[in-house]
């Protein structure tokens, strides 16, 4: 499984900055977790919001798609990857929300964010999706 010392497996932090939309502050972002020099090793906030997100997936799903990743099939690790970015997304947006229009604007964006995220992880959660998900010649129609 995804440890906060390690890399994203899901998605990048530019998929997860690009669900957050244009309101969302990017040199904000820019900062790492304790707010020292990106060349310090540290782990980039946005990276450990995925890193979060695949931990809750793998946790709530009582499966370790992170070390399946490789292997799953391309729509899969789509869905997984729109999950964990959804998932980062809104908490950029929740993390600096001056970029918006209006905090209306940015509670509205973060909450869609999360409905997607709590949506797809329903679907990851249930035993028979995850068969179809790791095999899709499982599938019927």
């Known amino acids: 499984m995804s440890s906060v010392s390690g890399q994203t497996t899901f998605c990048t932090s530019g998929v997860a900055l690009a669900e957050a939309g244009i309101g969302v502050n990017v040199d904000d972002m820019c900062k790492l977790v304790n707010g020292s020099p990106i060349n310090t090793g540290d782990v980039f906030i946005v990276d450990q919001w995925i890193i979060q997100a695949e931990n809750e997936i793998n946790i709530l799903s009582r499966y370790d798609w992170t070390t399946a990743f490789n292997g799953l099939p391309d729509a899969t690790k789509n869905f997984l990857r729109g999950a964990a970015a959804e998932y980062a997304g809104s908490k950029c947006i929740k993390y600096d929300m001056s970029g918006y229009s209006s905090r209306a604007e940015a509670?509205?964006?973060?909450?869609?964010?999360?409905?997607?995220?709590?949506?797809?992880?329903?679907?990851?959660?249930?035993?028979?999706?995850?068969?179809?998900?790791?095999?899709?010649?499982?599938?019927?129609?």
């Open 107 to 141: 509670e509205d964006n973060a909450n869609l964010l999360r409905e997607n995220y709590l949506r797809k992880l329903g679907i990851i959660k249930d035993k028979k999706n995850q068969k179809f998900l790791t095999d899709v010649s499982t599938g019927t129609v």
